[in-house]
């Protein structure tokens, strides 16, 4: 956090060195989708070697999930075309709104756009062979979306599972779940609430993200229990 000196922002383990939240997959036909491009993500798509994005799934509106969106003209260069994106009606318009100088057709071309190409999210969809399906979630009062990819699911920002959710997450090898802090939080899992869900969907294995400093990595993970754990930046797994 700016301007802390508590011990996880003071820590030097490279694990308490947070960006904003995101993941990106590389599916088993060799296409790669983004899951939110937030005001970080330039940064970790230098440190991660990023080349491709075939397809950017945005969970929901708010600018630490989108404001990377400028970043894509690079994407664009290196694909030579626009990029695919898809998200709920409500994040569509939030895209639009927040970033209204890309859709305004009098912006001076010259200084280079960000070219787009927006889905809406209606029900489960494919990018290449890789099915899609995304999970309704409840953040404070908004509804957002998590994603499942077969074995795979990222439900970040969330503070609620709608009762019609739960079924779509069955059988996980591996969840991504919100867990903001300790201390309960109008639009955010705490830990608590996020271990109780994680033990309903019963993954094989849970990791947590959208941690704020309160929630230093190793001493946390020690007192979570077995089949769950912190996520930090760089995480890398296979499925
Ligand atoms: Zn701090
Ligand atoms: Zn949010
Ligand atoms: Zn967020």
């Known amino acids: 956090m700016i301007g802390c000196d508590c011990d996880t922002c003071r820590s030097t383990d490279p694990r308490d060195k947070r960006r904003r939240p995101s ?30 994005i075939d397809a950017l799934l945005f969970t929901h509106g708010h600018s630490d999930h989108i404001l990377g969106i400028d970043e894509l003209r690079r994407f664009n260069v290196l694909q030579r075309g626009p990029i695919s994106c898809y998200a709920d009606p409500l994040t569509l318009f939030d895209i639009r ?9 009098s912006t001076p071309r010259g200084g280079g756009l960000p070219q787009l190409e ?13 099915e899609v399906v995304p999970v309704p979630l409840v953040h404070g009062t908004r509804p957002i979306l998590g994603f499942r990819f077969d074995g795979f699911a990222y439900l970040t920002d969330c503070s609620g599972i709608p009762e019609g959710s739960w079924d779509l997450l069955h059988d996980l ?16 899992f705490s830990i608590a609430e ?20 309160d929630l230093p990595h190793e001493r946390t993970c020690a007192r979570l229990p077995d089949t769950m754990a912190l996520s930090h930046d760089g995480l890398v797994l296979e499925l």
Do not use: S, W
């Not at 709104?97 to 057709?105: E, G, I, Q």
């Not at 090898?173 to 955010?188: F, G, I, N, S, W």
């Not at 996020?194 to 704020?212: E, G, K, L």
């Open 118 to 130: 927006l889905f809406t999210i209606a029900g489960p969809f494919c990018v290449g062979r890789q």
């Open 173 to 188: 090898d591996v969840l991504v779940l919100d867990a903001l802090r300790d201390k309960p939080h109008p639009t955010h």
């Open 194 to 213: 996020a271990v109780d869900a994680a033990r309903r969907i019963n993954a094989h294995r849970t990791y947590f993200t959208h941690m704020t400093h």
């Open 23 to 52: 993941v990106y997959l590389e599916t088993d036909d060799a296409r790669a989708i983004l899951v939110d491009a937030g005001p970080d993500f330039r940064a970790q798509a230098l440190t991660h070697k990023l080349r491709r």
């Open 97 to 105: 709104r927040m970033f209204a100088y890309v859709f305004d057709p």
